[in-house]
Protein backbone atom coordinates (compact mmCIF):
# COMPACT_ATOMS: atom_id res chain seq x y z
CA UNK A 1 0.00 0.00 0.00
CA UNK A 2 1.34 3.68 -0.73
CA UNK A 3 -0.87 5.75 -0.17
CA UNK A 4 -1.14 6.39 -3.91
CA UNK A 5 -4.35 7.33 -5.43
CA UNK A 6 -5.93 4.93 -7.98
CA UNK A 7 -6.81 8.10 -10.44
CA UNK A 8 -3.47 8.96 -9.85
CA UNK A 9 -1.98 5.93 -11.54
CA UNK A 10 -4.58 5.11 -14.12
CA UNK A 11 -7.29 2.89 -11.96
CA UNK A 12 -10.59 4.30 -11.57
CA UNK A 13 -10.41 3.33 -7.42
CA UNK A 14 -11.29 5.91 -5.05
CA UNK A 15 -8.28 8.29 -3.64
CA UNK A 16 -6.68 7.84 -0.77
CA UNK A 17 -8.65 10.30 1.82
CA UNK A 18 -6.16 13.50 3.31
CA UNK A 19 -2.86 13.62 3.81
CA UNK A 20 -0.24 15.62 1.47
CA UNK A 21 0.85 12.50 -0.33
CA UNK A 22 -2.74 11.82 -1.92
CA UNK A 23 -2.49 15.41 -3.33
CA UNK A 24 1.28 15.62 -4.55
CA UNK A 25 -0.37 12.63 -6.45
CA UNK A 26 -2.94 14.02 -7.81
CA UNK A 27 -1.22 17.00 -9.07
CA UNK A 28 1.96 14.47 -10.51
CA UNK A 29 2.28 15.44 -13.85
CA UNK A 30 2.35 13.05 -16.24
CA UNK A 31 5.64 11.88 -18.48
CA UNK A 32 4.41 13.43 -21.66
CA UNK A 33 4.44 17.18 -21.13
CA UNK A 34 5.61 20.02 -22.95
CA UNK A 35 7.99 20.70 -20.08
CA UNK A 36 9.47 17.07 -20.25
CA UNK A 37 9.36 17.45 -24.26
CA UNK A 38 11.47 20.24 -24.29
CA UNK A 39 13.86 18.67 -22.08
CA UNK A 40 13.99 15.44 -23.82
CA UNK A 41 14.96 18.00 -27.63
CA UNK A 42 17.54 19.38 -25.53
CA UNK A 43 19.26 15.68 -25.08
CA UNK A 44 18.53 14.83 -28.57
CA UNK A 45 20.50 18.24 -29.85
CA UNK A 46 23.70 17.55 -27.83
CA UNK A 47 24.75 14.54 -30.10
CA UNK A 48 23.74 16.85 -33.53
CA UNK A 49 25.88 20.06 -31.68
CA UNK A 50 28.55 17.98 -31.64
CA UNK A 51 28.62 16.49 -35.04
CA UNK A 52 27.69 20.11 -36.79
CA UNK A 53 30.48 21.92 -34.99
CA UNK A 54 33.26 19.13 -35.71
CA UNK A 55 31.96 18.76 -39.82
CA UNK A 56 34.93 19.29 -41.88
CA UNK A 57 37.47 19.25 -39.49
CA UNK A 58 35.43 22.10 -37.56
CA UNK A 59 36.73 25.58 -39.13
CA UNK A 60 34.00 25.40 -41.68
CA UNK A 61 31.61 28.38 -41.19
CA UNK A 62 28.57 27.03 -42.76
CA UNK A 63 28.86 24.33 -40.19
CA UNK A 64 29.87 26.24 -37.23
CA UNK A 65 26.85 28.30 -38.21
CA UNK A 66 24.68 25.45 -37.99
CA UNK A 67 25.79 24.45 -34.28
CA UNK A 68 25.18 27.64 -33.39
CA UNK A 69 22.03 27.20 -34.38
CA UNK A 70 21.99 24.07 -32.37
CA UNK A 71 23.27 25.25 -29.80
CA UNK A 72 21.01 28.59 -29.67
CA UNK A 73 18.14 26.17 -29.53
CA UNK A 74 18.88 24.10 -26.63
CA UNK A 75 19.84 27.32 -24.37
CA UNK A 76 16.18 28.53 -25.39
CA UNK A 77 14.18 25.56 -24.43
CA UNK A 78 16.77 25.44 -21.16
CA UNK A 79 14.57 28.71 -20.39
CA UNK A 80 10.99 27.83 -21.44
CA UNK A 81 10.83 24.10 -19.94
CA UNK A 82 12.21 25.35 -16.68
CA UNK A 83 9.55 28.10 -16.46
CA UNK A 84 6.15 25.98 -17.93
CA UNK A 85 7.04 23.34 -15.67
CA UNK A 86 6.84 25.50 -12.65
CA UNK A 87 4.29 27.64 -14.08
CA UNK A 88 1.47 24.84 -15.36
CA UNK A 89 2.72 22.69 -12.26
CA UNK A 90 4.56 19.79 -14.55
CA UNK A 91 7.34 19.29 -12.40
CA UNK A 92 7.94 15.22 -12.78
CA UNK A 93 10.59 13.28 -11.22
CA UNK A 94 12.24 13.16 -15.01
CA UNK A 95 12.22 16.05 -15.54
CA UNK A 96 14.18 17.09 -12.19
CA UNK A 97 16.63 14.29 -12.91
CA UNK A 98 16.70 15.20 -16.79
CA UNK A 99 16.73 18.86 -16.94
CA UNK A 100 20.24 19.23 -15.17
CA UNK A 101 21.60 16.80 -17.01
CA UNK A 102 20.36 17.95 -20.64
CA UNK A 103 21.84 21.66 -18.99
CA UNK A 104 25.46 20.07 -17.99
CA UNK A 105 25.21 18.11 -20.85
CA UNK A 106 25.05 20.68 -24.14
CA UNK A 107 27.77 23.20 -21.51
CA UNK A 108 30.16 20.53 -21.40
CA UNK A 109 30.10 19.04 -24.82
CA UNK A 110 30.64 22.74 -26.46
CA UNK A 111 33.69 23.82 -24.44
CA UNK A 112 34.97 20.06 -24.55
CA UNK A 113 35.03 20.68 -28.49
CA UNK A 114 35.89 24.53 -28.60
CA UNK A 115 38.81 23.45 -26.65
CA UNK A 116 39.99 20.42 -28.70
CA UNK A 117 39.56 22.57 -31.76
CA UNK A 118 42.11 25.13 -30.44
CA UNK A 119 39.78 27.81 -30.29
CA UNK A 120 39.28 27.79 -26.19
CA UNK A 121 42.06 27.53 -23.34
CA UNK A 122 41.37 24.30 -21.63
CA UNK A 123 41.72 25.83 -18.45
CA UNK A 124 38.65 27.72 -19.07
CA UNK A 125 36.90 24.63 -19.89
CA UNK A 126 38.26 22.64 -16.63
CA UNK A 127 37.33 26.01 -14.31
CA UNK A 128 33.96 25.56 -15.40
CA UNK A 129 33.54 21.73 -15.20
CA UNK A 130 34.92 21.36 -12.40
CA UNK A 131 32.75 24.00 -10.94
CA UNK A 132 29.65 22.62 -11.96
CA UNK A 133 30.73 18.66 -11.09
CA UNK A 134 31.57 20.39 -7.97
CA UNK A 135 28.45 22.38 -7.19
CA UNK A 136 26.54 19.26 -8.18
CA UNK A 137 28.12 16.48 -5.20
CA UNK A 138 28.12 19.71 -2.99
CA UNK A 139 24.29 19.73 -3.42
CA UNK A 140 24.29 16.10 -2.66
CA UNK A 141 26.65 16.59 0.67
CA UNK A 142 23.72 18.79 2.15
CA UNK A 143 20.33 17.46 0.63
CA UNK A 144 19.44 16.09 3.74
CA UNK A 145 19.44 19.22 5.56
CA UNK A 146 17.63 21.36 2.79
CA UNK A 147 18.47 22.68 -0.77
CA UNK A 148 20.68 25.22 -2.24
CA UNK A 149 18.42 27.28 -4.47
CA UNK A 150 19.68 28.93 -7.25
CA UNK A 151 20.79 32.34 -6.88
CA UNK A 152 20.96 35.62 -9.10
CA UNK A 153 24.63 35.01 -9.48
CA UNK A 154 24.07 31.58 -10.62
CA UNK A 155 21.31 32.36 -13.02
CA UNK A 156 23.83 35.45 -14.34
CA UNK A 157 26.51 32.53 -14.33
CA UNK A 158 24.19 30.48 -16.82
CA UNK A 159 23.83 33.46 -19.12
CA UNK A 160 27.13 34.61 -19.35
CA UNK A 161 28.60 31.25 -20.21
CA UNK A 162 25.99 31.03 -23.10
CA UNK A 163 26.43 33.28 -24.47
CA UNK A 164 30.41 33.44 -23.98
CA UNK A 165 29.96 29.46 -25.89
CA UNK A 166 27.68 30.44 -28.25
CA UNK A 167 29.84 33.92 -29.75
CA UNK A 168 32.78 30.92 -29.60
CA UNK A 169 30.94 28.33 -31.74
CA UNK A 170 30.65 31.21 -34.61
CA UNK A 171 33.37 31.92 -36.06
CA UNK A 172 34.00 35.52 -35.12
CA UNK A 173 36.97 38.14 -36.14
CA UNK A 174 38.06 41.66 -35.60
CA UNK A 175 35.83 43.58 -32.43
CA UNK A 176 33.23 40.78 -32.41
CA UNK A 177 36.54 38.14 -31.19
CA UNK A 178 37.67 40.80 -29.18
CA UNK A 179 34.04 40.91 -27.82
CA UNK A 180 33.59 37.08 -26.96
CA UNK A 181 37.15 36.72 -25.18
CA UNK A 182 35.89 39.16 -22.42
CA UNK A 183 32.20 37.94 -22.60
CA UNK A 184 34.19 34.65 -21.60
CA UNK A 185 35.92 36.14 -19.01
CA UNK A 186 33.04 37.56 -16.87
CA UNK A 187 31.57 33.84 -17.11
CA UNK A 188 34.90 32.60 -15.77
CA UNK A 189 34.39 35.41 -12.59
CA UNK A 190 31.06 34.95 -12.52
CA UNK A 191 31.74 30.72 -12.39
CA UNK A 192 34.58 31.24 -9.65
CA UNK A 193 32.40 33.75 -7.33
CA UNK A 194 28.81 31.87 -7.37
CA UNK A 195 31.05 28.95 -6.76
CA UNK A 196 32.39 30.52 -3.53
CA UNK A 197 29.05 31.97 -2.85
CA UNK A 198 27.25 28.41 -3.18
CA UNK A 199 30.10 26.35 -1.06
CA UNK A 200 29.91 29.12 1.67
CA UNK A 201 25.83 28.76 1.90
CA UNK A 202 26.43 24.76 1.75
CA UNK A 203 28.48 25.45 4.96
CA UNK A 204 26.26 27.26 6.72
CA UNK A 205 23.00 25.13 5.85
CA UNK A 206 24.96 22.09 7.09
CA UNK A 207 26.04 23.76 10.03
CA UNK A 208 22.34 24.80 10.98
CA UNK A 209 21.12 21.32 10.51
CA UNK A 210 23.89 19.96 12.54
CA UNK A 211 22.91 22.23 15.16
CA UNK A 212 18.77 21.41 15.13
CA UNK A 213 19.51 18.00 15.11
CA UNK A 214 21.78 18.59 17.98
CA UNK A 215 18.94 20.47 19.75
CA UNK A 216 16.30 17.51 18.80
CA UNK A 217 18.48 15.46 20.57
CA UNK A 218 19.50 17.67 23.41
CA UNK A 219 15.86 18.37 23.92
CA UNK A 220 14.47 14.94 23.38
CA UNK A 221 16.97 12.59 24.86
CA UNK A 222 17.37 13.28 29.19
CA UNK A 223 13.24 14.00 29.14
CA UNK A 224 12.88 10.36 27.08
CA UNK A 225 15.78 8.67 29.72
CA UNK A 226 14.01 10.78 32.83
CA UNK A 227 10.62 9.12 31.86
CA UNK A 228 11.87 5.75 31.47
CA UNK A 229 13.47 5.79 34.42
CA UNK A 230 10.25 6.75 36.26
CA UNK A 231 8.19 4.18 34.86
CA UNK A 232 10.79 1.68 36.17
CA UNK A 233 10.50 2.88 39.68
CA UNK A 234 6.71 3.12 39.68
CA UNK A 235 6.65 -0.15 38.31
CA UNK A 236 9.02 -1.78 41.31
CA UNK A 237 7.03 0.27 43.53
CA UNK A 238 3.75 -1.34 42.50
CA UNK A 239 5.61 -4.69 42.05
CA UNK A 240 6.24 -4.20 45.65
CA UNK A 241 3.15 -3.20 46.52
CA UNK A 242 0.92 -6.05 45.04
CA UNK A 243 3.50 -8.77 44.74
CA UNK A 244 6.22 -8.89 47.33
CA UNK A 245 5.55 -12.02 48.66
CA UNK A 246 6.96 -13.51 44.83
CA UNK A 247 9.74 -10.99 45.04
CA UNK A 248 10.31 -10.65 49.32
CA UNK A 249 10.34 -14.90 49.36
CA UNK A 250 14.00 -15.25 47.71
CA UNK A 251 15.78 -11.65 48.84
CA UNK A 252 13.71 -10.17 51.79
CA UNK A 253 14.23 -6.72 52.98
CA UNK A 254 14.95 -6.04 56.98
CA UNK A 255 11.78 -4.30 57.20
CA UNK A 256 9.85 -7.05 55.72
CA UNK A 257 11.73 -9.61 57.54
CA UNK A 258 10.38 -7.72 60.92
CA UNK A 259 6.76 -7.22 60.06
CA UNK A 260 6.67 -10.63 59.19
CA UNK A 261 8.01 -11.69 62.38
CA UNK A 262 5.51 -9.62 64.04
CA UNK A 263 2.82 -10.16 62.47
CA UNK A 264 3.84 -13.91 63.07
CA UNK A 265 3.62 -13.39 66.54
CA UNK A 266 0.47 -11.63 66.77
CA UNK A 267 -3.51 -13.57 66.62
CA UNK A 268 -3.62 -13.13 62.64
CA UNK A 269 -0.88 -15.64 62.83
CA UNK A 270 -2.19 -17.87 64.76
CA UNK A 271 -5.70 -17.84 63.46
CA UNK A 272 -4.15 -18.64 60.01
CA UNK A 273 -2.65 -21.74 61.14
Not at 111 to 129: Q, R
Amino acid sequence: MTGVPASATGGTGRPTPGGKLGTAAVNQAGLWNIANILTMIRLVLVPGFVVLLLQDGGHDPAWRAWAWAAFAVAMITDVFDGHLARAYNLVTDFGKIADPIADKAIMAAGLICLSALGDLPWWVTAVILARELGITLMRFWVIRHGVIPASRGGKMKTLAQGTAVGMYVLMLTGPLATLRFWVMTVAVVLTVVTALDYVREAIVLRRRGLAAERTAKTDGGPGADGGQAADGGSAGESGGASGGGESGGSVPKPGASGASEASAKGPAAGSAR
